[in-house]
């Protein structure tokens, strides 16, 4: 199944059947919201809004673990997530869109992990986004035109305020080319869970390093937020099909991430941990099952 995870306009897309929103249940606490489970193009998807419907969650307060856990819960086998970004880089301009391919994660407020005490395990982050969802994305982007670029670091700062100029300039001499407050540590905890993940990258503004920053205007802003998001909807249709038809998922590498990562001896596990962890961690906890 493919689950969608963004902001509050793309799950208006053409095209959708069955559609019905349903109660996200996790061990985790309260999703960010009800998710909107639907068919696109033959296609089963699953739409969480990362803010909930209305924007009312801030980036610092969203409950990542269960949006995660509860997307995995549902079926979701694949995860693509659509983010508006500022840009660090000239020529990467408003309506850019960034398939990007690594993170720098500069968060510091935020669970970062399903595993801890009891019941430790540590998965590899060295290329953090699905490279075969990349593809699929960037393939369709091509095909409807749309302004894209393949492959990018998103610098995920803390938040709420926008970075200082100083902190802008120092992102850009460590060649960030994007930067947001949302995919981390959301692509860890897709990790985590096994599913691949991938992220679209929507630039709505230069951030402060640009001398034109100061002059943009709320309403420029808004209006490439509305043309990000229409274009987001025409891809997010385009590229259901292509993956769900993809019968080399199931071989992904992202799909046995945490086949050698626990560490914890079994004798050792915490038990309740245990629990919470079966349907992000059932594959490898639970084999038999």
Same mark, same amino acid.
């Given at each position: 199944?493919l689950?969608?995870?963004?902001g509050?306009g793309?799950?208006?897309?053409?095209?959708?059947e069955n559609?019905?929103?349903?109660?996200?249940?996790s061990?985790?606490?309260?999703?960010?919201?009800e998710v909107l489970?639907?068919?696109?193009?033959?296609q089963?998807i699953?739409f969480l809004p990362?803010h909930?419907?209305g924007?009312?969650?801030s980036?610092?307060?969203?409950n990542?673990?269960a949006n995660?856990?509860?997307?995995k819960?549902l079926?979701?086998?694949d995860?693509?997530?659509?983010s508006?970004v500022g840009s660090?880089?000239?020529?990467?301009?408003?309506g850019?869109f960034?398939i990007v391919?690594q993170?720098?994660?500069?968060?510091f407020?935020r669970?970062?992990?399903?595993?801890?005490t009891?019941l430790?395990?540590?998965?590899s982050?060295?290329?953090?986004?699905?490279n #075969?969802l990349?593809?699929?994305?960037?393939?369709?982007a091509? #095909?409807?035109?749309?302004?894209?670029?393949?492959?990018?670091t998103?610098?995920v700062?803390?938040?709420?305020?926008?970075?200082?100029l100083?902190?802008?300039e120092?992102y #850009?001499s460590?060649?960030c080319?994007v930067?947001g407050m949302t995919?981390m540590p959301?692509?860890?905890?897709?990790?985590?869970?096994e599913?691949?993940y991938?992220t679209v990258?929507?630039?709505t503004?230069?951030?402060?390093?640009?001398?034109?920053?100061?002059?943009v205007?709320?309403?420029a802003?808004v209006?490439?937020?509305?043309?990000?998001?229409?274009?987001a909807?025409?891809?997010?249709k385009?590229?259901?099909?292509?993956?769900?038809s993809?019968t080399?998922?199931?071989?992904?590498a992202?799909?046995s991430a945490?086949?050698?990562?626990i560490?914890?001896a079994?004798?050792?596990r915490?038990a309740?941990i245990?629990?919470?962890?079966?349907?992000?961690a059932?594959r490898v906890l639970n084999?038999?099952?």
């Amino acid at each position: 199944m493919l689950g969608i995870i963004g902001g509050s306009g793309v799950y208006h897309i053409e095209g959708l059947e069955n559609a019905r929103w349903v109660k996200a249940e996790s061990v985790f606490g309260e999703p960010s919201d009800e998710v909107l489970l639907a068919e696109l193009a033959g296609q089963s998807i699953a739409f969480l809004p990362r803010h909930g419907r209305g924007h009312r969650i801030s980036p610092s307060d969203i409950n990542f673990r269960a949006n995660i856990d509860a997307l995995k819960r549902l079926g979701v086998t694949d995860i693509i997530s659509v983010s508006a970004v500022g840009s660090l880089r000239e020529d990467m301009p408003p309506g850019t869109f960034v398939i990007v391919d690594q993170f720098i994660d500069r968060t510091f407020d935020r669970e970062k992990s399903f595993f801890g005490t009891g019941l430790v395990a540590h998965v590899s982050m060295a290329h953090p986004v699905c490279n #075969r969802l990349g593809d699929h994305l960037f393939a369709a982007a091509e #095909r409807l035109g749309i302004p894209v670029v393949r492959g990018g670091t998103y610098l995920v700062m803390e938040g709420m305020q926008f970075s200082s100029l100083a902190e802008s300039e120092l992102y #850009r001499s460590w060649r960030c080319d994007v930067i947001g407050m949302t995919n981390m540590p959301e692509a860890k905890l897709a990790r985590e869970a096994e599913i691949c993940y991938a992220t679209v990258a929507m630039v709505t503004d230069f951030d402060c390093w640009h001398p034109d920053h100061d002059h943009v205007t709320v309403d420029a802003i808004v209006k490439v937020l509305l043309e990000n998001a229409d274009k987001a909807r025409a891809l997010m249709k385009e590229v259901a099909s292509p993956v769900h038809s993809d019968t080399a998922g199931d071989a992904c590498a992202c799909r046995s991430a945490l086949q050698y990562a626990i560490i914890t001896a079994p004798e050792a596990r915490d038990a309740a941990i245990l629990e919470k962890l079966s349907a992000v961690a059932g594959r490898v906890l639970n084999p038999e099952s």
